[in-house]
T-cell receptor
């Protein structure tokens, strides 16, 4: 089955620690995205990547970092600089970004930082 | 920057009643997408509207794109308990080069 795999489903960290969220897709999609979702709010774009070895900041990139070394993988690191990291993180992919192809989402990672 | 407002934030209906959520953009959109997120789940793509005044139907769901391409609506006829979840619109603006999601409308259906 083709799809997007995010791991882990739940993640707990102490304040001041960096943490990396995994996202892998086998849909052969060019573009990948990271969104953050807070209760009662929509999805806010953190970072996106259209091709390997290239990525752009979204609306709320501060305190986050990404890499795109392989087409299939787009890990997100939540750094200690992110002031309010507890949230639901969603990874998505699409065929190619310019035409605004539909987004396919992973199951998400719920991060709790205490 | 581009803003997408979605109303209402919450809607509680009795099973069998109709439901509508509205999406309004501060800028003209190239297209708009609608997603559904079940409780505890992830957003799932429902449909994309591209043309001014476009209307599309999926069984009991009717999607409309405004003439000015700045607003859209999703209407569900005769809701069922399986319709529960949060419905998001996402507006794409070519100049901005990205989509902006509305905050969603959370639908609960009382059997």
């Amino acid at each position: 089955d083709g799809g997007i795999t995010q791991s882990p489903k739940y993640l707990f960290r102490k304040e001041g620690q960096n943490v990396t969220l995994s996202c892998e897709q086998n849909l052969n999609h060019d573009a990948m995205y990271w969104y953050r979702q807070d209760p009662g709010q929509g999805l806010r774009l953190i970072y996106y990547s259209q091709i390997v070895n290239d990525f752009q900041k979204g609306d709320i990139a501060e305190g986050y970092s990404v890499s795109r070394e392989k087409k299939e993988s787009f890990p997100l690191t939540v750094t200690s600089a992110q002031k309010n990291p507890t949230a639901f993180y969603l990874c998505a992919s699409s065929m190619w970004r310019r035409s605004n192809s539909p987004l396919h989402f992973g199951n998400g990672t719920r991060l709790t930082v205490t | 920057g581009q803003q997408v407002m979605q109303i209402p934030q919450y809607q509680h209906v009795q099973e069998g009643e109709d439901f509508t959520t509205y999406c309004n953009s501060s800028t003209t959109l190239s297209n708009i997408q609608w997603y559904k997120q079940r409780p505890g789940g992830h957003p799932v793509f429902l449909i994309q509207l591209v043309k001014s005044g476009e209307v599309k139907k999926q069984k009991r769901l009717t999607f409309q794109f405004g003439e000015a391409k700045k607003n859209s609506s999703l209407h569900i006829t005769a809701t069922q308990t399986t319709d529960v979840g949060t419905y998001f619109c996402a507006g794409y603006n070519t100049n901005a080069g990205k989509s902006t999601f509305g905050d969603g409308t959370t639908l609960t259906v009382k059997p």
